[in-house]
C-alpha cells in the first residue's frame, strides 16, 4: 500500500474521511465525566480473553448485532422472551451477556449512571479486536440506550450464513454500509467459531448434482463431516481454519483455497453474485493485510456511527439488562 493510500485510510479511521458521518457523537464525551472509561472497559476485556479467547469475537459480535437492528442502542442485551437475543440469528448463538454485565459493573463503580452501555459495547469490541492482533480506532461516543428490543426487526435485518451475498450486501446498504463494508467486516470471522447446524448443509445432500457443496475444499469437507458425525449441532470450530484466535488476513486467503467454513463467506469469492461484486477485494485482502486490517478499522467505525439515539434520546441503563 502506497504512503498517500495510508495516509487516507488514517484520515478514515481517525474519523475525518468523508465516509464517517459523526453524527452527535465525540471522541471526548466522558472526557469530564468518566476520564477512566477506557481503560477500565479495556481492563475487563483483557481479563475475559485471558479466561477464554473465543470472548474476543463474541464480544465483537455483540456490538455488530447490536448495530444492525435498531442502530447501536444497546438492544441486544435487553433480556425478555420478546428480546433480541432470543431471535433466531442469536439463539444459542449470541454470548458475552456476563462480560458485558461485568464490564458495566466496574464501570458503574468508577462514574455511577455515565456510560451507556451501547458505548460499553462499541468500546469492548474495538479491545477485542486489538487483543487478538487486529487494528486499533478511535470510538466515537455519547450514545445512549434504548428502550425496547426489537426481535422481528433481528430475525429479518441481520445478514445470516444462509443468505445471499445480494441479499448481505442489500442489508448492509439497509444501514448505510457499503459492498467494501461487507468484505471488511466479513473479515471479522478470522476469529471466532461457528456449530455445524450453521455449515452442515454444505456436507450432504447439497443438490442434485452435489452431495456436497463444490466450493468446499474437499478434505476440509470430509474433516467437518466427521465433526457434525454426532448430529450435535451445537458443536464448533473454527471461522478461520489454521489461524483461529489471529485477526489477520488469513481468513481471505482460505477463501481463494475454498475454505470457507460458512456459505455466507465462501459465497464472498466463489459465488455468482460474489464473483460479481466482492470477489476482487477478497483477492486484495488475501495480498494486503495492511489494506484489509485499515478497511476494517474504517469500517467499525462507520457500523458504530449507525443509528445512534444521543442526546435526551434513550437513557443510559444502570443494568443493561433491563430498561430504567
Request: charged share 15%; net charge negative; aromatic share 8%.
Amino acid at each position: 500500500m502506497g504512503s498517500n493510500l495510508l495516509f487516507v485510510g488514517f484520515l478514515l479511521v481517525m474519523g475525518f474521511g468523508p465516509m464517517t458521518a459523526r453524527s452527535q457523537l465525540s471522541y471526548d464525551y466522558y472526557s469530564k465525566s468518566c476520564p477512566n472509561v477506557l481503560n477500565i472497559v479495556r481492563s475487563q476485556v483483557l481479563n475475559a480473553i485471558k479466561n477464554e479467547t473465543r470472548m474476543a469475537a463474541s464480544l465483537l459480535r455483540l456490538h455488530f448485532h447490536d448495530c444492525f437492528v435498531n442502530g447501536c442502542d444497546g438492544s441486544i442485551l435487553l433480556d425478555g422472551s420478546d428480546g433480541e437475543k432470543f431471535a433466531l440469528p442469536n439463539l444459542n448463538s449470541a454470548r458475552g451477556f456476563e462480560v458485558v454485565d461485568s464490564i458495566k459493573t466496574a464501570v458503574e463503580s468508577a462514574c455511577n449512571g455515565t456510560v451507556s452501555c451501547a458505548d460499553i459495547l462499541a468500546i469492548a469490541a474495538k479491545y477485542a479486536v486489538v487483543f487478538s492482533g487486529g487494528p486499533s480506532w478511535r470510538v466515537l461516543l455519547g450514545r445512549r440506550d434504548g428502550l425496547v428490543a426489537n426481535q422481528s426487526g433481528a430475525n429479518s435485518g441481520l445478514p445470516g450464513p444462509f443468505n445471499s451475498i445480494d441479499t448481505i450486501i442489500s442489508k448492509f446498504n439497509a444501514v448505510g454500509l457499503n459492498t467494501t463494508d461487507v468484505v471488511a467486516l466479513s473479515g471479522g470471522h478470522t476469529i471466532g467459531r461457528a456449530r455445524c447446524t450453521l455449515f452442515s448443509s454444505r456436507l450432504s445432500n447439497f443438490s442434485a448434482t452435489s452431495s456436497v457443496d463444490p466450493t468446499l475444499d474437499a478434505s476440509m469437507a470430509a474433516d467437518l463431516q466427521s465433526l457434525c458425525s454426532s448430529g450435535d449441532g451445537n458443536t464448533t470450530t473454527a471461522l478461520d481454519r489454521n489461524s483461529t484466535d489471529a485477526f489477520d488476513n488469513h481468513y481471505f486467503q482460505n477463501l481463494l483455497n475454498q475454505k470457507g467454513l460458512l456459505s455466507s463467506d465462501q459465497g464472498l469469492y466463489s459465488s455468482d453474485e460474489g464473483i460479481a461484486s466482492t470477489k476482487s477485494l477478497v483477492e486484495t485482502y488475501s495480498n494486503s493485510s495492511e489494506r484489509f486490517l485499515c478497511d476494517f478499522a474504517n469500517s467499525m467505525v462507520k457500523m458504530g456511527n449507525i443509528s445512534p439515539l444521543t442526546g435526551s434520546q434513550g437513557e443510559v441503563r444502570q443494568n443493561c439488562r433491563v430498561v430504567n
